[in-house]
C-alpha cells in the first residue's frame, strides 16, 4: 500500500509491502525523512519515495545493486549527485573533501516540465531486519544498542535521507559530522 505525503513541500510516498510488520505508521515515517531532508538543505519542492519491505526483498535489491549476499537494514537509491545538496563537512567540497571540489559549481538543473517536483531518490528499507536488530541488541548507529523497534526504524530512515541527500560515511570527519547530525534529529544523546 502506497500513501502519498505532503510534509514542508516534499511528496514522500511511503509504500509498505505485504508481509511488513507495522512499526511506524506511513505519516511518521515520512515526517522522519522529511525532517532530514530539511536539515541536509535537500531541494524543495521535491519527491521521494520510501520502500518499506522485508529482507527477502531487500536482499535482492543489495545483490542486484551492490552485488552483497543477503539482506541489509536500508538502501538508499540517490538520483542527484552531492553537489546538487550544501557542503558539509568531510563531503562534496568540505574540508577534507577532494581538492579543489569548493571550487567546481553544482551542475545545472535538470530541467523539468511546468509544476514537476525532482524526484531526489528512493530508500528502500527493511523492517524485518531493523526490528530484529532493535531486539537483539544490534541497533543503533554502532550496532550495539537493544531498543525499540520504531526507534532503529527512525535512525535507519533518517540515515537514508542523507545518503541521498550526499552523506556519506566512507571519510572519518564526514562519518563524525553525519552520525552527529543523526544524533541531534532523532534527539539521541551523544556517545
Not at 526504524?153 to 535521507?161: E, I, K, P, S
Request: overall charge negative; hydrophobic content about 40%; proline content about 11%.
Amino acid at each position: 500500500m502506497t500513501r502519498a505525503q505532503l510534509v514542508d513541500g516534499w511528496r514522500i510516498d511511503v509504500t509498505s509491502r505485504p508481509g511488513v510488520p507495522k512499526v511506524l505508521s506511513q505519516t511518521s515515517c515520512a515526517r522522519v525523512v522529511a525532517t532530514a531532508l530539511r536539515a541536509a538543505g535537500a531541494p524543495n519542492p521535491a519527491s521521494l519515495s520510501v520502500l518499506l519491505m522485508t529482507d527477502a526483498e531487500i536482499a535482492g535489491l543489495n545483490e542486484a545493486h551492490l552485488g552483497h549476499e543477503g539482506p541489509t537494514d536500508v538502501l538508499s537509491f540517490p538520483l542527484l549527485p552531492p553537489q546538487a545538496f550544501p557542503v558539509h563537512p568531510g563531503g562534496y567540497g568540505g574540508s577534507s573533501g577532494p581538492v579543489g571540489d569548493e571550487r567546481r559549481a553544482p551542475p545545472a538543473p535538470f530541467v523539468l516540465p511546468p509544476r514537476a517536483r525532482p524526484h531526489l531518490g528512493d530508500i528502500a528499507l527493511s523492517v524485518e531486519r531493523a526490528v530484529a536488530q532493535a531486539a537483539e541488541g544490534r541497533g543503533g548507529q554502532t550496532g550495539d544498542r537493544a531498543w525499540a523497534p520504531e526507534d532503529e526504524v527512525r535512525l535507519l530512515l533518517t540515515h537514508g535521507a542523507l545518503h541521498i541527500c550526499g552523506w556519506d560515511h566512507a571519510d572519518p570527519v564526514e562519518e563524525r559530522a553525519m552520525r552527529a547530525l543523526e544524533r541531534e534529529l532523532l534527539g539521541a544523546p551523544p556517545v
